[in-house]
């Protein structure tokens, strides 16, 4: 199995780390977070890996080289002017077409979530699936009774009624002629899917660590978890 990591953004909300480095660079707990990615997708025996580069192309090559450090072999494909991460993964297209299926995932994902659940979900009538995670929330929740007394706080709850992207994906190839040149995924792409009946999701509830590293507070958070799982 290959696994594309979509790593051709600026990361400009975590200025001025990403001054010098490419997101997908900036380390949680000593390692770059593609690195944290490489690591885990090698836990579920995926091997190539194609990086769809571009901000910093070089700071890529020159810190991961051939992958072979790493026991995997990456190929990088560049992105010569911003595409997003749907005009990214067609960009890729000639080097999986051939494959019965493909991971992606966006270059700013920590987690220890199996991806091996998604294959069991894509079926004849699908070309792709979603991993979805229950919503965690950025802020403590207050319960009260009919007397307005709280009876209960929780600090930044897991809210399970509510499940959001967790920036992992499977793919069949015929996914690329539903892609356009430039533009996400999320709104170029799944809407399509999805009123085609071409789209799944697995819902994961059993993992230790997903954190999607937007922010400076992102960082901060992803650190002291993966740390602590170290």
């Known amino acids: 199995m290959k696994a594309v990591i979509l790593a051709g953004g600026q990361g400009r909300r975590l200025r001025p780390l990403t001054n010098d480095i490419p997101k997908p660079l900036v380390e949680i707990a000593g390692k770059p977070i593609i690195v944290h990615q490489i690591e885990w997708l090698k836990k579920y025996e995926v091997r190539e890996f194609i990086a769809a580069v571009g901000y910093l192309k070089e700071k890529f090559i020159d810190n991961l080289g051939s992958g072979r450090k790493y026991g995997v072999h990456i190929s990088y494909v560049v992105e010569e002017e911003p595409l997003g991460t749907a005009g990214g993964l067609k960009n890729v297209a000639n080097l999986l077409d051939k494959e019965e299926m493909f991971y992606v995932v966006n270059g700013d994902v920590i987690t220890d979530i199996d991806p091996t659940k998604l294959i069991g979900v894509l079926d004849g009538s699908t070309i792709g699936v979603i991993a979805t995670v229950p919503l ?21 709850p897991v809210i399970r009624d509510y499940w959001i992207n967790a920036g992992l994906y499977l793919f069949k190839p015929e996914v690329f002629k539903y892609l356009p040149d430039r533009g996400d995924l999320e709104r170029e792409l799944f809407p399509k899917l999805a009123d085609a009946r071409k789209l799944k999701t697995v819902k994961y509830c059993d993992f230790t660590i997903w954190r999607s590293i937007d922010t400076l507070k992102d960082l901060e958070e992803a650190e002291k978890i993966v740390g602590g799982n170290v």
Do not use: H, T
Request: charged residues 25%.
């Open 136 to 156: 965690p929330s950025p802020y403590g929740i207050v319960f009260s009774d009919s007397r307005d007394y709280v009876i209960l706080f929780q600090e930044k």
